[in-house]
């Protein structure tokens, strides 16, 4: 099982970024609609924190209240790949943004997900 981000960088305040997941390994990918997707953020000297997820079939979404209105998380089952679009980005959005799966129900803690990818940065800053 392997989950690859892709997709961040150095982006300026107001700016926009749309970060990549995909899948990789069996049974994950032949299963991948039976894992609910999240997004989260790790910024120096803070604990990890949920952005966003979303449920096995892509019909329930949720957000962190600091992302609400601005990130979007979607995801094609068929190309085994999860986004998060990403827009009005804030200084304090900067961090390292990781990709999450788990079997059947959404993660609500860091803990509580079985599945990680190796990280991406994202860099808000002028």
């Known amino acids: 099982v392997q989950l690859v981000e892709s997709g961040g960088g150095l982006v300026q305040p107001g700016g926009s970024l749309r970060l990549s997941c995909a899948a990789s390994?069996?049974?994950?990918?032949?299963?991948?609609?039976?894992?609910?997707m999240h997004w989260f953020r790790q910024a120096p000297g803070k604990e990890r924190e949920l952005v966003a997820a979303?449920?096995?079939?892509?019909?329930?979404?949720d957000y962190a209240d600091s992302v609400k209105g601005r990130f979007t998380i979607a995801r094609d089952n068929a190309k085994t790949t999860v986004h998060l679009l990403m827009n009005s980005l804030k200084p304090e959005d900067t961090a390292v943004y990781y990709c999450?799966?788990?079997?059947?129900?959404?993660?609500?803690?860091?803990?509580?997900?079985?599945?990680w990818g190796q990280g991406t940065q994202v860099t808000v800053s002028s």
């Open positions: 999450a799966a788990r079997s059947w129900v959404l993660c609500s803690t860091p803990d509580e997900c079985d599945y």
């Open positions: 390994g069996r049974p994950f990918v032949t299963y991948f609609d039976t894992y609910a």
């Open positions: 979303i449920s096995k079939s892509g019909t329930y979404t």
